[in-house]
């Protein structure tokens, strides 16, 4: 396998804003002497700026712990395994994914795009559709960061313009302010945006309404998010149900497969993709990402499985690892999204016709033996199947020994020193994504005919048994994200979007005015994710512990404690909380 030293990313734009920890977290800082003032001058200008925030998307699935891997550790399905003890996360310390640090990333992000919403009129346009194409991707940009933060930390401060100088006085705006602001900026967005892109990576229409779709439905505005969805649904998208791109001439393939290949999220061919990141491993190095690290946080360690002699049977460094990778387990998934989620009234999960738990599209850890071989050619053991046996203790077992869904995590990792996970497109929006939306916003609105219907489209692709209107409920739809969207959605966020629904909608005993006490999030955890069960999960000390105000993250103390003229709040339950305001309700 060919393996190059990872380059570090260099900025595809002279302007970039950086946060610290101190009281200049917000406060804009030229690197270059290219300013503001001589490069915001024309289109091609501003178009450096989009350059910019398109790349800022790679951050969520590339790189070190990154953020839609901690999406997935913190859900129904998965816990992270070195940080159980979510009562360890506090808002001065987040002990190994990065809740802390997302919020400030994020900020970095928005203040990028803030740059050419608030500069965008410091010059005369000869033609207001370039102007408002430009100002259109930058608010989608802005919207899908605002998002993101209001459902991982609630209500944040809303920064809506680029920042001259040191601010100090910044207040917290109330989710749903935010959420009002944003839906505006994406109905624009929406009406200016192109149906289809000049250039691989400009966001779409299509992108936009996928959005917006989300948004309505966080504003309950559910006709809304009906009419959005179907106007995405019936756009120039359709879900694939046929062999295409790279291994389509490999019969012990599938179309799950397929749809998976980073080389096949772009093909022309696939015209279920709505928006993607654009990563190639065959770009010039200055544009890699870190790489995808797919087969580092989803996949287990395999590779420190032992044989008959007390070496490793098969490690990272071989064939077998180049295709497997080198897993650490930290997005430690249980029994739930392994076995059950696959079960229905006449199939356990070893014959569920659904391609996406098929056997050749996972890597099976079973009860004693992996279908994973021993390559060591010096073993004993030389290609029998891995077993527990030779475990010490089968307390190891917890990181190195369960199943996975490697079509979905085998990343080719040509040029990293090691089989991470290399550079690739990534999932942003997919249109089987748009179905199970839409079909929540049936459900929302008693129509489980209808969103039977949606939700079978993506069932009957995938060649899994079709459902009845009385089967819908909101828990089988994110039964069918996870099997769906594992991997892509951020999987916390869309969990965190339902509860505030439930609550705003006063159903099944939740409540706004008791939100950090009792939630949907929460309870859907507790109730399926086997690891905050007695025996609870134990991991080098940490004891896996949850309460419901972990529904969302601490907002950091660092930005908190920097604003010294105004009130940033802290989210309830978490240190700090005691010296709340009522937040912002409206944005000027």
Known sequence: MKRLKRNSLILTIP??????????????????????ENVYVNEAGFEAILVTLRKNLQYESTGDRHPLSMEFAT????????????????????????????????????????????????????????????????????????????????????????????????????????????????????????VKPASLGNVTKGAANHLLTKVYLANTEF???????????????????????????????????????YQNKNNPQNTETIYTTIDRPDAPPSSWSAGTFSMR???????????????????????????????????????????????????????????????NNWIEMGDEIAEILNCRAASPQFRQPLTKKFYGSLVDTTD?????????????????????????????????????????AYYWKGQTGPAAADINKVRQRAKAPLISAADVTIDYIFDERARELYTEEPRHSEMVRVSYILAKLNTSGYSLAGFSQKNWYYDRVKRLNSHYRPPLFQWFGNTAAMDPYHVLWPIPQSVITANTLGTVNQNAGYVGAEGNVPPLETIE
């Not at 950086?18 to 690197?31: A, G, H, R």
């Open 15 to 36: 302007l970039l804003f950086l946060i610290s920890c101190s009281k200049e977290w917000l406060e804009p800082d030229p690197l270059s002497f290219l300013t503001p």
């Open 297 to 359: 946080w989803y996949t287990p360690s395999y590779w420190k499985i032992l044989d008959g002699t007390g070496n490793r049977a098969c490690n990272w460094n071989t064939p077998t690892g180049d295709t497997l990778g080198i897993g650490n387990g930290d997005v430690r998934t249980n029994d739930f999204f392994h076995y059950r989620i696959w079960e229905d009234a006449t199939h356990k999960w070893q014959q569920t016709p659904d391609l996406r738990r098929a056997g």
């Open 223 to 261: 006709d809304k998010a009906i009419a959005a969805a179907t106007s995405v649904i019936d756009g120039p998208y359709a879900l694939m149900t046929t062999r295409f791109g790279v291994d389509a001439s490999d019969g012990s393939r599938n179309v799950m497969w397929d749809l998976h290949r």
């Open 75 to 194: 859900s129904d399905l998965a816990i992270p395994l070195v940080q159980a003890d979510f009562r360890r996360t506090t808002p001065s310390s987040s002990a190994f994914f990065p809740f802390l640090r997302y919020f400030t990333n994020v900020y970095v992000f928005i203040k990028n795009a803030n740059v050419l919403i608030s500069r965008i009129d410091d010059i005369e346009w000869k033609d207001e559709k370039v102007k408002n194409r430009l100002l259109a991707e930058a608010y989608w940009h802005r919207a899908y960061w605002y998002y993101r933060l209001v459902h991982s930390y609630g209500d944040v401060p809303w920064i809506g313009e680029e920042l001259s100088g040191a601010k100090l006085d910044f207040q917290t705006h109330s989710r749903w302010a935010i959420l009002k602001k944003i839906q505006t900026d994406l109905e624009f967005a929406a009406q200016w945006l192109p």
């Open 400 to 440: 190195t020994w369960f199943p996975w869904p490697h079509y979905k995590t085998y990343v080719p990792s040509d040029n990293l020193t090691q089989p991470l996970g290399g550079q690739g497109d990534w999932y942003i929006f997919r249109l089987a994504e748009t179905y199970l939306l839409r079909a929540e």
